[in-house]
């Protein structure tokens, strides 16, 4: 409470407590009064406090998200997409072009990455592009590319899902439908993937803190829908040598706070194809459950992110790195 | 270029350009190489240039939006919502509850802030929450009931729309169809809103740039829907003393820019119901076209955002002390 | 506490608290266990208990900082410089060249503002450039030409101090010392100017909270010099269109947290002449106590921070405006 | 320029690049007219090119720093303290106390640290502190104290100087001076220590961009001392689940701009404890030429950032887990 707060105040305060069926505990200062209160962390969530008379600021101290945490999950979750799992020591690779743009660049990429061992391909059919000028991809006809790349190489398949309406379409050709930054809080879109059923990559938002993305999250697992990979993909800072901040620093916060694996993708989260396999090894070494790169055939000649895609060379010189400092952190490529 | 690049390098560059039908002018100076490009800029935008060997950086010289530019439309847009104008001199006053509740609260709260002389009314049906667990708003029956209001008072209704499938139906009942800062980069809606041609009150992302932003209405302008009114309500930033940073700022900088015009939210902004007053007026002053605050007969009791919104007597001494302020800026509430 | 607490660590942290003279109230929730503590700040502030097995958050209540908040000294403090008063309803209007470059410019500047009616003259003879090839300002022959544009004039001078062994040197010449934002927290040289006794303009730092702002201030008034005049100046956020982002809400924050009188800086904030007078007049609007304006005779010859400087003619459009919103809101330029 | 730039102004920009020795090359586009300049960065830098009527914005294209970048020194520098070397593939790994609090804590603490194989030994003896009222250090006592550490083990000893006129005692009794986050603009102070000659640790400002960082280590190359380590130690973004957001992609970015060795700080980064092994990991995963970690015989009882310490048992786990992870990488602990 403020320090001019009244008693009459404090007693209204202490009163809805009471109504909503939480306990008060009043605690007097000698600069300020403060209300504990205990209860059912929805109820008091839903509680208006802040708009009280006399109040001064409200403290949550339980965490508002609850099916993605540790206290109910003591234990990693593992995630089975056809045979490839992910989390709990299971490292999950995924690579592949940012967009689906041919059939030749789509199976060549594609037989690239399977031959270097990464686990599945990603590939983008629907694009989010800030632009409405820019190319938005291939959409349906990109699906059946990327179906066809899976019946060539073996590997499950990640691709975005943009709107509530295409999750049908999209999870039909995909084994995992990813949650773009853009659309973390794009609540219709998070609880229709909850019902499809289907393992979610949600990526966190480019200003999402980690609080709101296990809340995302929790939007899926309150839907139904346990298979949840959470991807930390940079975020927006002043610095502008990167394209966004890559914050390595969400692994081991998320790994704290939650059982659900988390992976990282160094080419979005950098933007420039030169800093993607230092933060790969960094991610790797910092406790992550998988990686996201970009690669490309012919990055010069790509329809979207070309900066930011490693060639086939550097891909399978970047494997070559991660394969030992892999095995020296007890996971295996 | 950077300062190793190859001769074969710069060609390959200009080579690239030429191809696309852009003119390319070689400037070598002592430490670097520059290459300046002529052309369309969404052919110029469209092209992979820093993938290729030897650039160091690609810098974009037009501005990457059109139909909501300056450039095109030097006179500021007027929207007309049922006979209310806003922009170009016509001041935008929007006000109402942050949520539809109770049939109550909201034709009180409308009789309210119609009494004080406000444009529109807004209210919350459909809401974005970032939990999982808190009230979604009543949805279709909250339609219905800003419907009743807009019969009670003549105002024209601001809504939120959050889903393609729903923009049908709020644009029976609403007059302008709001898109929600977690949605300024949802393009599938982003398309759709353009398609229905209700005017769209477009918030600005807690993280989105101004070029971003005027992107997103880019979108519907070029979806075919002109009726594009901007709205600054807070980005986010280090400070935690209020729950967003309010922009003013992008007041000027969007004025400068774009003929649309541009509305401010305190209530979202700021977080708090007592430095809304100030920075509804610093809103005013620095040349929005238009507020949007926040009006609950009894915060203390509302299901969301209760310690952002004013109270009845509150609020209208805010509406005393604008109407003069407006005045002497030249303008009338 | 964290949830998997044992009760020998709860027992540790309230014999911690015991021993140290506060007092600690332990409560049991359903999910954890809280502990609160009594006692006076500085002791609780002091306490390491995060590093406590089993503490899951140390939540401070109390604010930090004492001489500068509202409790301590509820009605607003009035700064006197040499008979012009600014705060509590005196608004102090400072202009001038961002550098002092030459004499010419310097008094003709002087006697532009001066004309136009502002309370005090600023003007930077050591400059803190982030370059070290750029110019660093005239130093003390600079500080003599704002003592004669003082004479020619009668404004007081405000210029910025970099460092403790300069304080006096700068003392002697100057009315107010600025603190620049690079070191509002070199707390070296906040001491040393709160014993020098003159007063302060305390700009804040590009990422420095308000509380942080706040504390620095607080090392100025411990030092025992009340005397100190905040300066809003723009923080570092994501955007880009503007150098920084004036942050305005900082002006109800502070009003409503401290008894100090706070000035706001548009030509530093914005970074760009023309968004100044959107951002002076939204200061104002917003309560500021003053503004602080970077006026130069002729900007495109400026030494340093031509592109935020205003013209004469443009210098008196602004003052030209200001004038009667000021009337309105019951303040006197 | 702008659209609307006349021939007049064009011209005049022209005529001033040339005035100033820099050649113009005038390009014509469709929307917009380029002028391309070429000439020495320093006199670049120094025209006021914005303040002109006519231009629409100024794009640099030459970086502003020189002796700091790659350009000027391809190969990677090599710091030698007193017989540790750091850069180049030496690896530098100095641990310690926050703060020197007693001869017994400094002298344990140094002891656990020089057992586990360290470099260098860290130490706060001058505490730049945000509240007036938090414990500011021994000072030179604590100076002493390190001194006699490094007696007893043979460690270097890195510790912070916060003013011009403390160098000379503090490079006394230490073999590195740290300039602090806060000082990183604190430009007569980098200039203080340029001369001083000793090896310099030069943090990263939390609001301070990489290109700005760069910059302060010139103020020191330039001012004679060429022995600069660079030290990322968290920036400052929204998100508040740990103290500051540890950018470690600024490491391949300053391993591609410059040659200075630079180091990474986890503790300060993260602000947690158990976060700091995770973000050590990552740090040389990524490319760090070294490690800076606060250690603390008994964090619990520590009278600064005590959250962020490891105990003696802790680090030791973490220096098992560096050392075959070293390894793999190609460097040597």
Chains 1, 2, 3, 4 share one sequence.
Not at 58 to 86: A, M, N, Q, T
Not at 214 to 224: I, N, P, R
Not at 306 to 331: C, I, T, Y
Request: hydrophobic share 40%; proline share 6%.
């Amino acid at each position: 409470m403020s320090a001019h707060a009244t008693p009459d105040q404090i007693e209204d305060v202490v009163a809805r407590l009471d109504e909503a069926g939480c306990a008060a505990y009043v605690t007097e200062g000698k600069d300020a009064t403060v209300i504990g209160a205990i209860g059912e962390r929805e109820l008091l969530a839903a509680l208006p406090l802040e708009g009280f008379p006399g109040v001064e600021q409200v403290l949550p101290i339980l965490k508002p998200y609850k099916l993605v945490s540790r206290e109910i999950s003591p234990d990693p979750s593992v995630i089975d997409v056809r045979g490839r799992r992910i989390g709990h020591g299971w490292f999950g690779f995924i690579a592949g072009p940012c967009t689906v743009e041919t059939r030749a660049q789509t199976l060549e990429t594609a037989r690239v990455v399977a031959a270097e061992g990464v686990t599945m391909l990603r590939g983008g059919a629907f694009k989010p592009r800030t632009s409405p000028y820019a190319f938005q991809g291939l959409e349906e006809e990109g699906l059946r590319l990327l179906r066809d790349a899976r019946k060539a190489t073996g590997l499950p398949v990640v691709t975005e899902v943009m709107e509530p309406d295409k999750v049908d379409v999209v999870a039909e050709h995909a084994d995992i439908l990813q949650i773009g930054a853009r659309n973390v809080q794009n609540f219709s879109l998070l609880k229709r993937v909850a019902e499809c059923g289907k393992p979610v990559l949600l990526k966190r938002g480019m200003s999402t803190s980690i609080q709101e993305w296990l809340l995302s999250a929790e939007y899926v697992l309150a839907g139904g829908n346990p298979n949840v990979i959470l991807c930390e993909r940079g975020i927006r800072t002043f610095e502008t040598s990167t394209r966004y901040t890559l914050d390595l620093n969400a692994i081991p916060v998320v790994k704290k706070l939650s059982h659900l694996p988390v992976v990282v993708d160094p080419s979005h989260g950098t933007g420039h194809w030169e800093y993607v396999a230092a933060m790969a090894k960094a991610g790797l070494a910092a406790g992550a459950d998988g990686l996201i790169i970009e690669v490309h055939n012919n990055p010069a000649e790509a329809l979207s992110d070309g900066p930011q895609s490693l060639k086939p060379d550097k891909f399978a010189k970047l494997m070559a790195e991660l394969k030992p400092l892999a095995q020296v952190l007890g996971r295996s490529l």
